[in-house]
Protein backbone atom coordinates (compact mmCIF):
# COMPACT_ATOMS: atom_id res chain seq x y z
CA UNK A 1 0.00 0.00 0.00
CA UNK A 2 2.88 2.39 1.06
CA UNK A 3 3.97 1.72 -2.63
CA UNK A 4 0.85 2.77 -4.05
CA UNK A 5 1.37 6.04 -2.23
CA UNK A 6 4.73 6.51 -3.67
CA UNK A 7 2.97 5.91 -6.90
CA UNK A 8 0.32 8.13 -7.03
CA UNK A 9 2.57 10.61 -5.19
CA UNK A 10 4.92 10.89 -8.19
CA UNK A 11 2.40 10.77 -10.53
CA UNK A 12 0.58 13.95 -8.62
CA UNK A 13 4.00 15.40 -8.67
CA UNK A 14 5.16 14.53 -12.51
CA UNK A 15 1.90 15.37 -14.21
CA UNK A 16 1.79 18.78 -12.84
CA UNK A 17 -0.35 20.24 -16.28
CA UNK A 18 -3.34 17.57 -15.46
CA UNK A 19 -4.56 19.45 -13.09
CA UNK A 20 -8.57 19.70 -12.20
CA UNK A 21 -10.63 22.07 -12.88
CA UNK A 22 -11.82 24.67 -10.33
CA UNK A 23 -15.00 26.37 -10.26
CA UNK A 24 -15.85 29.34 -8.01
CA UNK A 25 -19.03 30.35 -9.72
CA UNK A 26 -21.75 29.29 -11.53
CA UNK A 27 -22.35 29.12 -15.56
CA UNK A 28 -26.65 29.08 -15.48
CA UNK A 29 -28.34 32.06 -16.01
CA UNK A 30 -30.09 33.63 -13.27
CA UNK A 31 -29.30 30.83 -10.87
CA UNK A 32 -28.45 29.88 -7.24
CA UNK A 33 -26.75 27.07 -6.35
CA UNK A 34 -27.26 26.53 -2.25
CA UNK A 35 -24.20 24.57 -0.77
CA UNK A 36 -23.70 23.48 2.50
CA UNK A 37 -20.60 22.29 4.45
CA UNK A 38 -18.85 20.48 7.01
CA UNK A 39 -21.19 17.62 7.70
CA UNK A 40 -23.18 15.59 8.61
CA UNK A 41 -24.60 16.87 11.04
CA UNK A 42 -27.74 17.21 13.49
CA UNK A 43 -29.31 20.15 11.59
CA UNK A 44 -29.08 18.58 7.73
CA UNK A 45 -32.68 16.81 8.26
CA UNK A 46 -33.92 20.19 9.83
CA UNK A 47 -32.06 21.92 6.27
CA UNK A 48 -33.48 19.43 3.88
CA UNK A 49 -36.79 19.62 5.22
CA UNK A 50 -36.74 23.37 4.44
CA UNK A 51 -35.17 22.92 1.22
CA UNK A 52 -37.79 20.27 0.26
CA UNK A 53 -40.59 22.35 1.79
CA UNK A 54 -39.85 25.03 -0.95
CA UNK A 55 -39.56 22.80 -3.80
CA UNK A 56 -35.33 23.41 -4.23
CA UNK A 57 -32.25 21.04 -4.30
CA UNK A 58 -29.59 21.12 -2.51
CA UNK A 59 -25.80 19.80 -2.63
CA UNK A 60 -24.14 19.18 0.69
CA UNK A 61 -20.01 18.64 0.57
CA UNK A 62 -19.32 16.26 3.55
CA UNK A 63 -17.01 15.01 6.19
CA UNK A 64 -15.72 11.78 7.04
CA UNK A 65 -15.21 12.42 10.43
CA UNK A 66 -15.58 16.45 11.34
CA UNK A 67 -18.61 17.33 13.19
CA UNK A 68 -19.90 13.90 13.56
CA UNK A 69 -18.68 10.16 12.21
CA UNK A 70 -20.64 9.98 8.96
CA UNK A 71 -21.12 6.42 9.45
CA UNK A 72 -22.76 7.28 12.77
CA UNK A 73 -26.82 5.66 12.45
CA UNK A 74 -28.31 8.84 12.76
CA UNK A 75 -25.85 10.56 10.32
CA UNK A 76 -26.54 7.58 7.82
CA UNK A 77 -30.07 8.12 8.05
CA UNK A 78 -30.15 11.71 7.48
CA UNK A 79 -27.61 11.05 4.32
CA UNK A 80 -29.95 8.53 2.56
CA UNK A 81 -33.22 10.97 3.27
CA UNK A 82 -31.51 13.70 1.88
CA UNK A 83 -30.41 11.60 -1.25
CA UNK A 84 -33.96 10.03 -1.66
CA UNK A 85 -35.33 13.75 -1.86
CA UNK A 86 -32.89 14.44 -4.63
CA UNK A 87 -30.05 16.67 -3.01
CA UNK A 88 -26.48 16.26 -4.14
CA UNK A 89 -23.54 15.05 -2.15
CA UNK A 90 -19.83 15.48 -2.76
CA UNK A 91 -16.76 15.13 -0.92
CA UNK A 92 -15.20 17.73 1.21
CA UNK A 93 -12.53 14.99 2.11
CA UNK A 94 -12.08 12.91 5.55
CA UNK A 95 -10.82 15.48 8.24
CA UNK A 96 -11.06 19.07 7.38
CA UNK A 97 -7.22 19.80 7.16
CA UNK A 98 -6.34 22.59 4.78
CA UNK A 99 -4.67 20.13 2.24
CA UNK A 100 -2.69 22.86 0.61
CA UNK A 101 -0.71 22.38 4.13
CA UNK A 102 -0.31 18.15 3.71
CA UNK A 103 2.33 16.37 2.28
CA UNK A 104 1.16 15.01 -1.10
CA UNK A 105 0.42 11.30 -0.05
CA UNK A 106 -1.90 12.37 3.12
CA UNK A 107 -3.76 14.81 0.14
CA UNK A 108 -3.97 11.44 -1.96
CA UNK A 109 -5.38 9.72 1.19
CA UNK A 110 -8.22 12.84 1.73
CA UNK A 111 -9.58 11.92 -1.77
CA UNK A 112 -11.71 10.07 -2.46
CA UNK A 113 -12.38 7.03 -5.10
CA UNK A 114 -10.15 3.99 -3.98
CA UNK A 115 -11.99 1.38 -2.03
CA UNK A 116 -8.90 -0.73 -1.54
CA UNK A 117 -7.73 -1.98 1.97
CA UNK A 118 -6.57 1.11 3.83
CA UNK A 119 -8.60 4.02 1.51
CA UNK A 120 -11.99 2.47 3.07
CA UNK A 121 -12.13 4.71 5.97
CA UNK A 122 -12.44 8.07 3.19
CA UNK A 123 -15.18 9.94 2.21
CA UNK A 124 -15.75 8.95 -1.16
CA UNK A 125 -15.88 5.22 -0.26
CA UNK A 126 -18.87 6.40 2.37
CA UNK A 127 -20.76 8.04 0.30
CA UNK A 128 -20.23 4.53 -1.97
CA UNK A 129 -21.05 2.51 0.67
CA UNK A 130 -24.20 4.89 2.09
CA UNK A 131 -25.84 6.21 -1.03
CA UNK A 132 -24.29 4.29 -4.12
CA UNK A 133 -22.29 7.31 -5.58
CA UNK A 134 -18.75 8.00 -6.42
CA UNK A 135 -18.67 11.54 -6.26
CA UNK A 136 -16.80 13.78 -9.00
CA UNK A 137 -16.87 16.99 -7.19
CA UNK A 138 -14.79 17.82 -3.84
CA UNK A 139 -14.43 21.11 -2.15
CA UNK A 140 -11.11 21.34 -0.24
CA UNK A 141 -11.33 22.70 3.24
CA UNK A 142 -11.62 26.48 3.38
CA UNK A 143 -11.35 26.72 0.10
CA UNK A 144 -7.67 26.22 0.03
CA UNK A 145 -5.95 24.62 -2.60
CA UNK A 146 -2.44 24.40 -4.69
CA UNK A 147 -1.11 22.30 -7.93
CA UNK A 148 -0.74 19.03 -5.62
CA UNK A 149 -4.10 19.52 -4.41
CA UNK A 150 -5.45 19.69 -7.89
CA UNK A 151 -3.27 17.00 -8.96
CA UNK A 152 -4.75 14.97 -7.33
CA UNK A 153 -8.16 15.81 -7.27
CA UNK A 154 -7.15 15.23 -11.65
CA UNK A 155 -6.18 11.82 -10.69
CA UNK A 156 -9.53 11.10 -8.67
CA UNK A 157 -11.45 12.47 -11.79
CA UNK A 158 -12.94 15.19 -9.50
CA UNK A 159 -13.80 18.85 -9.89
CA UNK A 160 -12.94 21.33 -7.38
CA UNK A 161 -15.89 23.05 -6.38
CA UNK A 162 -15.58 26.53 -4.46
CA UNK A 163 -17.66 29.55 -3.88
CA UNK A 164 -18.50 33.29 -4.38
CA UNK A 165 -20.81 34.06 -1.74
CA UNK A 166 -20.27 33.52 1.72
CA UNK A 167 -23.11 33.97 4.25
CA UNK A 168 -20.07 34.02 7.17
CA UNK A 169 -21.47 31.61 9.56
CA UNK A 170 -18.40 29.86 9.92
CA UNK A 171 -16.51 32.78 10.61
CA UNK A 172 -18.78 34.01 13.39
CA UNK A 173 -21.24 35.88 11.67
CA UNK A 174 -24.23 36.90 13.63
CA UNK A 175 -27.94 36.04 12.16
CA UNK A 176 -28.17 39.80 11.48
CA UNK A 177 -25.35 39.98 9.35
CA UNK A 178 -26.09 36.35 7.47
CA UNK A 179 -29.37 37.67 6.55
CA UNK A 180 -27.77 41.40 5.76
CA UNK A 181 -25.18 39.70 3.41
CA UNK A 182 -28.38 37.63 1.35
CA UNK A 183 -30.31 40.89 1.41
CA UNK A 184 -27.43 42.88 -0.08
CA UNK A 185 -26.72 40.04 -2.39
CA UNK A 186 -29.91 39.27 -3.72
CA UNK A 187 -30.10 43.47 -4.44
CA UNK A 188 -26.83 43.60 -6.45
CA UNK A 189 -28.33 40.96 -8.61
CA UNK A 190 -24.98 38.93 -10.24
CA UNK A 191 -26.47 36.49 -13.14
CA UNK A 192 -25.63 33.52 -10.65
CA UNK A 193 -24.56 32.69 -7.25
CA UNK A 194 -22.65 29.84 -5.65
CA UNK A 195 -23.42 30.18 -2.04
CA UNK A 196 -21.43 28.89 0.64
CA UNK A 197 -23.13 27.78 3.88
CA UNK A 198 -22.33 25.37 6.55
CA UNK A 199 -24.75 22.96 8.40
CA UNK A 200 -23.24 22.61 11.64
CA UNK A 201 -25.23 25.95 12.77
CA UNK A 202 -28.59 26.03 14.35
CA UNK A 203 -29.16 29.63 13.53
CA UNK A 204 -28.01 28.76 9.54
CA UNK A 205 -30.11 25.89 9.18
CA UNK A 206 -33.17 27.41 11.33
CA UNK A 207 -33.18 30.83 10.58
CA UNK A 208 -30.94 32.28 7.89
CA UNK A 209 -31.69 29.52 5.04
CA UNK A 210 -35.43 30.44 4.86
CA UNK A 211 -34.78 33.71 4.55
CA UNK A 212 -32.22 33.12 2.11
CA UNK A 213 -34.63 31.33 -0.03
CA UNK A 214 -37.51 33.86 0.56
CA UNK A 215 -34.92 36.93 -0.25
CA UNK A 216 -33.59 35.10 -3.30
CA UNK A 217 -36.72 33.60 -4.96
CA UNK A 218 -38.19 37.20 -4.69
CA UNK A 219 -35.18 38.40 -6.50
CA UNK A 220 -36.47 35.47 -9.47
CA UNK A 221 -33.56 33.54 -8.79
CA UNK A 222 -33.88 30.01 -9.90
CA UNK A 223 -32.26 27.94 -7.65
CA UNK A 224 -30.41 24.65 -8.89
CA UNK A 225 -28.01 21.87 -7.94
CA UNK A 226 -23.80 22.42 -8.14
CA UNK A 227 -24.14 20.21 -11.16
CA UNK A 228 -27.17 21.68 -12.78
CA UNK A 229 -25.45 25.51 -12.23
CA UNK A 230 -22.34 23.96 -13.81
CA UNK A 231 -23.43 21.60 -16.25
CA UNK A 232 -21.46 18.76 -14.82
CA UNK A 233 -21.71 15.49 -13.58
CA UNK A 234 -22.12 15.36 -9.67
CA UNK A 235 -21.06 11.54 -9.81
CA UNK A 236 -18.42 9.33 -11.46
CA UNK A 237 -21.00 6.06 -10.78
CA UNK A 238 -23.72 5.18 -8.97
CA UNK A 239 -24.57 1.76 -7.85
CA UNK A 240 -27.04 0.17 -4.80
CA UNK A 241 -26.09 1.09 -1.46
CA UNK A 242 -24.30 -1.25 0.63
CA UNK A 243 -25.45 -3.29 3.28
CA UNK A 244 -24.19 -1.78 6.66
CA UNK A 245 -20.51 -3.87 7.98
CA UNK A 246 -18.40 -4.19 11.13
CA UNK A 247 -15.88 -1.45 9.55
CA UNK A 248 -18.40 1.37 9.50
CA UNK A 249 -16.24 3.65 11.87
CA UNK A 250 -14.35 6.17 12.17
CA UNK A 251 -12.34 4.62 14.59
CA UNK A 252 -9.42 4.37 11.87
Known amino acids: MNMLFATLALLATQVTAQLATVYSSCKKANSVALTFDDGPYIYETDIVNTLNNAGIKGTFFVNGNNWECIYDASMVTSIKNAFASGHEFGSHTWHHYDLS ?130 GITPYQWTAAPQARTSDWNCNI
Open 101 to 230: KCRITLVIRHFPGTARAAFTMRCGVALQRIIGVNPAMMRPPYGSYNDQVRSASFLRNQSMILWDFDDGDSTGATVTQSKQDYTNIANQHPNNILTLNHETYQTSAQQVLPFAITTLKNKGYQFVTVSECL
